[in-house]
Nanobody, 125 residues
Framework: QVQLVESGGGLVQAGGSLRLSCAASRRTFRALAMGWFRQAPGEEREFVAAISWSGGTTYYVDSVKGRFTISRDNAMNTVYLQMNSLKPEDTAVYFC??????????????????WGQGTQVTVSS
């Protein structure tokens, strides 16, 4: 079992930045592909970004390309999501997730095995 704890959410004005962190409970973290998803009220959970176990491969949803960066520090068992040029439509609860099966179908939330509790990101206009 892997426990994931997100932090770094908050309220920010449009155009601002936030960095989300997701700390994993076990050293097996380094063998897991990781993803970030978000869910706005009344909406389905949406894929945001994913990263391979080595950090060498990353994927993004088109709406965040060029603004968000996913990265990981395996020594610290932590994955990050740097969010720049934030827009009101980025407002959502952000979740990190871990996959035991790599990045196959990386945008499908059903392929992830472990989830954090979520952190709220609110972008004001």
């Amino acid at each position: 079992q892997v426990q994931l704890v997100e932090s770094g959410g908050g309220l920010v004005q449009a155009g601002g930045s936030l960095r989300l962190s997701c700390a994993a409970s076990r050293r097996t973290f380094r063998a897991l592909a990781m993803g970030w998803f978000r869910q706005a009220p009344g909406e389905e959970r949406e894929f945001v970004a994913a990263i391979s176990w080595s950090g060498g491969t990353t994927y993004y949803v088109d709406s965040v390309k060029g603004r968000f960066t996913i990265s990981r520090d395996n020594a610290m068992n932590t994955v990050y999501l740097q969010m720049n040029s934030l827009k009101p439509e980025d407002t959502a609860v952000y979740f990190c997730a871990a996959s035991k099966t790599g990045l196959t179908a990386y945008s499908n939330y059903e392929r992830y095995d472990f989830w954090g509790q979520g952190t709220q990101v609110t972008v004001s206009s």
